[in-house]
């Protein structure tokens, strides 16, 4: 039944390693993105894929690569964690003018 | 340079009470969008407004979008602890990928 699933729901990790986040969405939307919510709840955008095309990259470092397998899946690899990286990380699908989030993946990076 | 200011930030009431949250900005939006985000949740999306001027309203939310399309308003009737929650405006420039206000944590006591 969920239209937007993350796993995992919490990822706790040592700075310097690398880590994945899964993103499926089951509504058939071609559009997904990742998003980055810090710690004083400000929502950011990072990334947009359409039809499994990147279509927006918001400056992110390259230590983050999101790859698009399939219409369906988009998933966010980090290489060499950082501090900073910890955030709640969203995936989102949408409609036009509508969109679906994930339930989050809180990261930790101790 | 923050696109949507929301304001107040933090907003703590009593079942029962009035509010007003705002969104504000000096660009024109064709579009507003409010979020709510519960505690571990993602947001979920409650109104769209695309006239100016135009008021929507769902139950006790009374969604207002300003006459020149740079503002928008809600106002909660009587509020519930349910109605606890973090929330958010939401627009996207032309063009661009949706941005969000940095929310406004809503807290009802009863």
């Known amino acids: 039944d969920t239209a937007v699933s993350q796993t995992p729901k919490y990822l706790v990790t040592q700075m310097g390693n690398d880590k994945s986040i899964k993103c499926e969405q089951n509504?058939?939307?071609?559009?997904m993105y990742w998003y980055k919510q810090d710690s004083k709840k400000f929502l950011k955008i990072m990334f947009s894929?359409?039809?499994?095309?990147?279509?927006i990259n918001e400056t992110v470092p390259n230590r983050f690569s999101p790859k698009s397998p399939d219409k369906a899946h988009l998933n966010l690899h980090i290489n060499s964690l950082e501090l900073g990286d910890s955030a709640v990380y969203f995936c989102a699908s949408s409609l036009p003018g509508v969109q679906f989030f994930g339930p989050g993946t809180r990261l930790t990076v101790l | 340079t923050q696109l949507l200011k929301q304001s107040p930030q933090f907003l703590s009431i009593q079942e029962g009470e009035n509010l007003t949250v705002y969104c504000n900005s000096s660009?024109?939006?064709?579009?507003l969008q409010w979020y709510r985000q519960e505690p571990g949740e993602g947001p979920v999306l409650l109104v769209t407004v695309v006239t100016g001027g135009e008021v929507k309203k769902l139950k006790r939310l009374t969604f207002q979008f300003g006459d020149a399309r740079k503002d928008s308003s809600l106002h909660i009737t009587a509020a519930q602890p349910g109605d606890t929650g973090l929330y958010l405006c939401?627009?996207?420039?032309?063009?661009?990928?949706?941005?969000f206000g940095k929310g406004t944590t809503l807290s009802v006591s009863s």
């Open positions: 939401a627009g996207a420039p032309a063009g661009t990928a949706l941005i």
């Open positions: 660009s024109v939006f064709s579009s």
């Open positions: 894929y359409n039809n499994k095309e990147l279509i």
């Open positions: 509504l058939g939307h071609d559009t």
